[in-house]
């Protein structure tokens, strides 16, 4: 199965068949909306709002951990994350897609694993996720290639015969929010190479990697990063732009799902990420 997890201004997909809005309560509370079980052609896709439907939860108190188990206990194996990011590298575009292949990490308050040893929630079940909860294990997973690189290229592939401008690599940072980057904050962020700027994608990937799932991040530029441009930057930029490329995400994301389900050639180390990382 496949996921998307919609980000800022993305809050459904239209011209999904609707199946089912599921309710789905996990060892780490509830995901931040119900999630959209739909139907693309033959395909069984599923839809999470990662801020939730009204946007209710800011950057820092997403429910990370409780949105990508309960992905998981659907039984996906495949999630493709859609972020706005602002544009750090000069030769980024408002609109323009990147496939970011890295990250940095300068959020401050987050949880990022699932895997708290004598600190892990009780659960239900018997499967390998649950009992390392039930063992009170502690994981130190490898993130070297933090991104899936076969879906990575199955993006490539869809956004090159698309003819939608866009970037393949880039690394992409995340910063604590919910308020933007100082000018000063992204002339650091460009002194280390970085290309994007947001706020969501860590701890998300992070999580999404322990559960050994495949999973790729579809970013899109909505704007300069502050200090890039002379006007005030502002959140309805942001929204108005992602509404803009509505269709666009909406045709890279459904290709993309359905080269996902035909593809045979998974050459990744996705789902072996838990091999060797118990303590």
């Given at each position: 199965m496949l996921a998307i997890i919609g980000g800022s201004g993305l809050y459904k997909v239209e011209g999904l068949e609707v199946l089912q809005e599921l309710e789905v309560k996990t060892p780490f509370g509830e995901p931040s909306s119900p999630i959209?079980?739909?139907?693309?052609?033959?395909?069984?896709?599923f839809f999470l709002a990662r801020h939730g439907r009204r946007h209710q939860y800011?950057?820092?108190?997403v429910p990370y951990r409780a949105n990508v188990w309960a992905l998981k206990t659907l039984g996906v194996k495949y999630v493709i994350g859609v972020n706005a990011v602002g544009g750090i590298n000069k030769f980024l575009k408002a609109g323009d897609f990147v496939i970011v292949d890295q990250f940095l990490d300068f959020t401050k308050g987050?949880?990022?694993?699932?895997?708290?040893?004598?600190?892990?929630?009780?659960?239900e079940g018997k499967g390998k996720?649950?009992?390392?909860?039930?063992?009170?294990k502690v994981v130190h997973i490898d993130v070297t290639e933090p991104f899936c690189p076969t879906i990575r290229g199955i993006l490539k592939e869809v956004l090159t015969e698309k003819g939608f401008p866009y970037h393949y690599g880039g690394t992409y940072v995340a910063t604590e929010g919910p308020r933007l980057e100082t000018a000063a904050e992204i002339r650091m962020f460009t002194l280390l190479g970085c290309d994007v700027v947001g706020m969501t994608m860590v701890p998300e990937v992070v999580l999404a990697k322990e559960l050994e799932m495949h999973y790729a991040g579809l970013c899109v530029v909505t704007n300069p990063a502050a200090g890039l441009k002379d006007e005030k930057l502002t959140s309805e930029e942001v929204i108005n732009l992602m509404r803009q490329k509505e269709e666009q995400i909406k045709e890279v994301i459904l290709q993309t799902a359905e080269r996902v389900y035909n593809n045979r050639n998974w050459k990744c180390q996705c789902e072996s990420t838990l091999q060797?990382?118990?303590v």
């Amino acid at each position: 199965m496949l996921a998307i997890i919609g980000g800022s201004g993305l809050y459904k997909v239209e011209g999904l068949e609707v199946l089912q809005e599921l309710e789905v309560k996990t060892p780490f509370g509830e995901p931040s909306s119900p999630i959209i079980k739909a139907k693309y052609k033959d395909y069984t896709l599923f839809f999470l709002a990662r801020h939730g439907r009204r946007h209710q939860y800011p950057p820092h108190k997403v429910p990370y951990r409780a949105n990508v188990w309960a992905l998981k206990t659907l039984g996906v194996k495949y999630v493709i994350g859609v972020n706005a990011v602002g544009g750090i590298n000069k030769f980024l575009k408002a609109g323009d897609f990147v496939i970011v292949d890295q990250f940095l990490d300068f959020t401050k308050g987050r949880t990022y694993t699932f895997y708290e040893g004598k600190f892990s929630p009780s659960c239900e079940g018997k499967g390998k996720y649950e009992k390392l909860l039930l063992q009170k294990k502690v994981v130190h997973i490898d993130v070297t290639e933090p991104f899936c690189p076969t879906i990575r290229g199955i993006l490539k592939e869809v956004l090159t015969e698309k003819g939608f401008p866009y970037h393949y690599g880039g690394t992409y940072v995340a910063t604590e929010g919910p308020r933007l980057e100082t000018a000063a904050e992204i002339r650091m962020f460009t002194l280390l190479g970085c290309d994007v700027v947001g706020m969501t994608m860590v701890p998300e990937v992070v999580l999404a990697k322990e559960l050994e799932m495949h999973y790729a991040g579809l970013c899109v530029v909505t704007n300069p990063a502050a200090g890039l441009k002379d006007e005030k930057l502002t959140s309805e930029e942001v929204i108005n732009l992602m509404r803009q490329k509505e269709e666009q995400i909406k045709e890279v994301i459904l290709q993309t799902a359905e080269r996902v389900y035909n593809n045979r050639n998974w050459k990744c180390q996705c789902e072996s990420t838990l091999q060797g990382a118990e303590v």
